[in-house]
């Protein structure tokens, strides 16, 4: 079993940054792919990015491409999104999750709370 925490939510304006993090329990962390979805209010949940087991593989959404930034300390069992430029479409609920990926999906096994992120404009 693994158990996921985020962090690092917030309120900022338009143009500015934030980093979340995402702490794993329980299971070897490396053993994981990791993801970052997000849920806006009346929408379903979204793929953001991933990052392989190593952290040399990622991929991203295409609207949020050159502004955030996925990566992992495996040694901290710790996942971050780190997300610059944000604008007010990036709204959401972000929640960190552990699975597998392969032919171009993530399947998740086990997800965090959820962090919320509100961006003013």
């Known amino acids: 079993q693994v158990q996921l925490v985020e962090s690092g939510g917030g309120l900022v304006q338009a143009g500015g940054s934030l980093r979340l993090s995402c702490a794993a329990s329980g299971r070897t962390f490396s053993d994981y792919v990791k993801a970052w979805f997000r849920q806006a209010p009346g929408k379903e949940r979204e793929f953001v990015a991933h990052i392989s087991r190593s952290g040399r593989t990622t991929s991203y959404t295409e609207s949020v491409k050159g502004r955030f930034t996925i990566s992992r300390d495996n040694a901290k069992n710790t996942v971050y999104l780190q997300m610059n430029d944000l604008k007010p479409e990036d709204t959401a609920v972000y929640y960190c999750?552990?699975?597998?990926?392969?032919?171009?999906?993530?399947?998740?096994?086990?997800w965090g709370q959820g962090t919320q992120v509100t961006v003013s404009s």
């Open positions: 999750a552990a699975g597998e990926y392969s032919s171009g999906s993530f399947y998740p096994r086990h």
